[in-house]
Nanobody
């Protein structure tokens, strides 16, 4: 059974930084496309960033481009989300997710097979 465990959320002032981590318990982690999503109160869950299996390609929502960086360490079965210049509108529960379908790079929630439990990020103004 594949498990994803996020950590690193918390409370930060606007302009600050946080680094989220997601550890994945899967032997085939290095073949997964990994994504970060977020869900703010009263809003639908949305794609934030994605990274290809070997880390060669990354994708970002327009709202976070230039501020957030996704990366991965396949030796540690871990994907990261470095968040800089945080804004109050970044406040949400952040989820990491894994897509096991080979050769696909998706921003659609429906394409992801495994999800973490989420970690809260709160940005105060």
């Amino acid at each position: 059974q594949v498990q994803l465990v996020e950590s690193g959320g918390g409370l930060v002032q606007a302009g600050g930084s946080l680094r989220l981590s997601c550890v994945v318990s899967a032997r085939t982690f290095s073949t997964y496309f990994m994504g970060w999503f977020r869900q703010a109160p009263g809003k639908e869950r949305e794609f934030v960033a994605g990274i290809a299996s070997r880390g060669g390609s990354t994708y970002y929502a327009d709202s976070v481009k230039g501020r957030f960086t996704i990366s991965r360490d396949n030796a540690k079965n871990t994907v990261y989300l470095q968040m800089n210049s945080l804004k109050p509108e970044d406040t949400a529960v952040y989820y990491c997710a894994a897509d096991s379908t080979l050769f696909r790079s998706s921003s659609s929630q429906a394409d992801y097979d495994f999800w973490g439990q989420g970690t809260q990020v709160t940005v105060s103004s």
